[in-house]
């Protein structure tokens, strides 16, 4: 995976800047005089260039940061198995003497009942 900080670090330069632009936007629509307000529209280009280049590095760390990602469909995948179960494999009787019933340990009399085994007399 990429390191990621020089692409943050470049998104922090640039909102830097966009701020630092329309703050002298914002101080010299403050002064409220008619020559501040044209000055503050020349400025106006240079925030939209400095929006765009903000823009710019967002997406460019967002697409790095997609590109790092593990693939999760691929990781998650599990193969169904083509080959079936043989006789007896994963089967359980449902229903036991109850001699044999007694021979099966606690939890495996538990499992067998909770697994809708029934015990014949």
């Known amino acids: 995976m990429a390191d990621l900080k020089p692409y943050l670090d470049r998104i ?23 020559e501040n307000y044209l000055q503050a529209l020349e400025l106006c280009p240079r925030l939209e260039e400095a929006e765009q280049a903000y823009d710019a590095a967002v997406a460019l760390y967002q697409r790095v940061q997609l590109a790092g990602r593990p693939n999760d469909v691929a990781k998650n995948f599990i193969p169904v198995s083509s080959t079936p179960l043989e006789p007896g494999e994963g089967n359980q009787p449902t229903l036991i003497k109850r001699a044999d019933y007694d021979k099966l340990s606690l939890i495996d009399r538990a499992l067998f009942v909770k697994s809708g085994g029934t015990v014949k007399d």
């Open 12 to 34: 922090n330069k640039t909102a830097d800047a966009v701020q630092l632009v329309a703050q002298e936007i914002d101080t010299l629509m403050a002064e409220g005089s008619d």
